[in-house]
């Protein structure tokens, strides 16, 4: 790829509006990485981006592709998830491993079998189940030989997945030895538990019963707990899927502390509410249903203000797709309702409208919350991330002007439903250009399944920096041991 006539400054995070003065920029050749050139030769591709941003392309840190959950599989698998990312221009997603029974190389194994249909980038976090030697040993392995350095630990999922706090520390401490970034699922399991006896005593069924089960004060003690356990182990914490003001107030408060939190909303967390879920119809009420739950209304935007002023860093979707055959599981029961939204297609587009067209936040920001910030975070920056010399060639080109509309029937999800069903708005993703190839253009999907690579992540990313320097303060401060000389009393 050949990426000519750009000013002299660089562009880590910064996007690119082509004005007269660069009418054609982007140059392609089969490379699919940015390299200099001055020599447009044969084999190339010239796409006008006039007027246009072009930036890196989108990077989801949070989906469940081809996931086995409540009896039942996520509807969109490596190939279909990936195929609509693409098409709403995002490049790469970084997927959840849930370990066989607790064992993480087999769950490793499995993911690996699941992912060879990727048409594009993919890395992978893994999840934390139980705890015992052999977990602590292959999260060893995990780190120094199959490039993961993140693990996730549940809070919620009382009797399943859920772990208790004793369990809690050792991840942290395992996870800080090898240089590894927590995350967690912050709800307080033992309390949903009891908010969901406490909604079947009452006789609430329905997907309403769901928030009802796990109001927002749950989540918000669960992430409070998480960032002073990981406060005390002295390891940075990441948060996934912050939904409510709750649990924003407590990674600000971190942050505001100089604690080390990431906190990550997700699209159906800033744009959508849970009013929905007191639809009559089963069917429209159960898509929104996910954990944590979708809040009520002014949750979105303070988590979109959190956002625009640098409470919460870089926004996910949590993809995990039912289709309305699947969510029928909890015709009369919430508890039976598999658990997730889309989002992998609509995030950059509802980013931008909600975010930019609204004024909240620069295009700037825009780049660095749906594609640099992860990079970096998760150490693959600048290879992802970026619109640099040496970078992957991940490129999307986005006109302000033109607009977008979701719709279920033609989404590239194979689920029959779609939570943003109808939205409207501005900025389109027109391009999308994977590993240096044209995928998405005039509205033609061009995924190609095994054209993915698994993209390998390094531990101790810029959030370890400093780590044991606080380490070494906090034995200072302890004034301990006290030196006493031993009495002896005569008898
Ligand atoms: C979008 O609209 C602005 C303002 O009308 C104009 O300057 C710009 O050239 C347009 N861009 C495209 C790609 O049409
Ligand atoms: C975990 O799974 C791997 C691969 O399937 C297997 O070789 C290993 O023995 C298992 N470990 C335990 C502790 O069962
Ligand atoms: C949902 O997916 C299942 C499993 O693939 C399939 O049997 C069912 O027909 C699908 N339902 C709809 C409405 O598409
Ligand atoms: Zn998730």
Not at 177 to 191: C, F, I, K, R
Not at 455 to 480: C, H, Q, T, W
Request: glycine fraction near 10%; proline fraction near 4%.
């Amino acid at each position: 790829m050949d990426f000519r006539r750009y000013p002299e400054s660089n562009f880590c995070s910064t996007p690119i509006k082509i004005g007269s003065l660069f009418p054609i920029v982007v140059l392609l050749s089969l490379l699919s990485t940015l390299s200099e050139s001055n020599q447009v030769g044969d084999g190339v591709t010239i796409i006008d981006a006039t007027g246009k941003y072009v930036m890196p392309g989108g990077i989801d840190p949070h989906t469940h592709l081809a996931m086995e959950f409540m009896g039942t599989e996520t509807i969109d698998d490596f190939f279909s998830g990936q195929a609509a990312a693409l098409a709403g221009g995002t490049t790469m997603h970084i997927d959840f491993v849930i370990p066989v029974n607790g064992n993480l190389t087999a769950g490793f194994e499995a993911y690996v079998e699941k992912a060879k249909i990727s048409a594009m980038d993919y890395g992978f976090h893994m999840a934390i189940t139980k705890w015992d030697e052999a977990v602590s040993k292959d999260m060893e392995v995990m780190v120094k030989d199959k490039g993961i350095n993140s693990f996730k630990f549940f809070m919620a999922y009382k009797g399943s997945l859920m772990i208790n706090d004793d369990l809690l520390l050792e991840g942290f401490k395992k996870c800080k030895s090898l240089g590894a970034l927590a995350m967690v699922h912050a709800e307080n399991g033992d309390a949903v538990f009891e908010g969901q006896k406490r909604m079947i005593e009452l006789g609430i069924m329905g997907p309403e019963g769901h928030a009802l089960s796990r109001p927002p004060q749950l989540e918000g003690e669960a992430t409070g707990r998480a960032i002073r356990l990981a406060g005390f182990v002295n390891t940075p914490l990441y948060v996934v899927h912050v939904m409510s003001i709750d649990a924003m107030e407590e990674v600000a408060k971190a942050r505001k502390s100089g604690q080390k939190v990431i906190g990550e909303p997700v699209v159906s967390g800033l744009v959508l509410d849970d009013t929905v879920l007191w639809d009559s119809d089963f069917q429209t009420a159960a898509k929104f249903v996910m954990s944590p739950p979708i809040r009520a209304p002014g949750h979105g935007k303070a988590l979109q203000a959190a956002l625009s002023n640098g409470v919460l860093q870089l926004v996910g979707t949590d993809h995990c797709t039912f289709n309305s055959t699947q969510k029928s599981l909890g015709i009369d029961d919430f508890r039976k309702i598999p658990n997730g939204v889309n989002g992998l297609e609509e995030r950059m587009h509802l980013v931008w409208d909600t975010m930019v067209v609204s004024g909240q936040i620069s295009v700037t920001d825009f780049v660095r919350m749906t594609s640099t910030e992860c990079a970096r975070i998760f150490n693959i920056y600048p290879r992802k991330g970026a619109i640099l010399v040496g970078s992957d060639a991940d490129i999307i080109i986005l006109n302000p002007n033109s607009s977008f509309e979701i719709c279920s029937k033609s989404h590239h999800s194979r689920s029959d439903t779609n939570v943003y069903e109808g939205r409207k708005g501005k900025g389109k993703v027109e391009v999308t250009i994977a590993g240096g190839r044209v995928v998405w253009e005039n509205d033609e999907l061009k995924a190609v399944p095994g054209r993915g690579k698994y993209v390998k992540m390094r531990p101790f990313n810029y959030l370890f920096d400093g780590i044991e320097k606080a380490d070494a303060e906090y034995l200072s401060s302890l004034r301990a041991p006290v030196i006493r000389r031993t009495m002896h009393v005569a008898a």
